[in-house]
């Protein structure tokens, strides 16, 4: 199971490249609290397309698992990133591989310590451009600077070395 968090759906959705997601193996979920958050066009309409046009689960069986995620996360009230962390527990009880998409760093800790791989925006695009022989490099690239232009504002240092990444 790949759940797929708020802030690469708004990065790749600005550019147009939410298609990348579809290089994982596996189940993509976008949980509708998480499609909620993503309100800033065009990644309203693309996000819209991308999950018309694919296989994407938007309600995943969380049920049991809500108190736990409050707690991990510290929240009172039940969040998107709450629904992530519930499925990556559910996922882990149930025997599931499960990998998180996101950009945030409190996220992507408590996922990594509940055993999920993690990711970003950048991972995708670099899994695509090792793992699609029509992606190339140079396209992988391209990608990564149109995100930094449309807001993800990296560091040219953090800029350089996504770049390096999607050449190794």
């Known amino acids: 199971m790949i759940l797929v968090d708020a802030t690469p759906l708004y990065d790749l959705g600005q550019v147009g490249e939410l298609e990348l997601l579809d290089t994982f193996e596996g189940n993509i979920v976008v949980p509708d609290a998480v499609i909620k958050e993503v309100e800033v066009e ?81 991972g995708v695009v670099a899994r695509a451009a090792m793992d699609d022989k029509y992606f190339p490099t140079t396209q992988a690239k391209r990608v990564i600077r149109r995100t930094d232009h449309h807001g993800t504002q990296m560091t040219g240092t953090l800029r350089e070395r996504a770049i390096g990444e999607v050449d190794s």
């Open 42 to 122: 065009p990644a309203v309409t693309n996000l819209s397309r991308f999950l018309e046009d694919g296989d994407i689960e938007t309600d995943p069986d969380v049920s049991g698992f809500e108190t736990d995620a409050l707690a991990l996360l510290g929240d009172d009230d039940v969040t998107s990133d709450v629904i992530l962390v519930a499925a990556v527990l559910a996922a882990r009880d149930n025997g599931v591989d499960v990998a998180l998409v996101s950009d945030d760093t409190r996220l992507r800790a408590i996922a990594e310590g509940l055993g999920a791989t993690v990711t970003g925006t950048f």
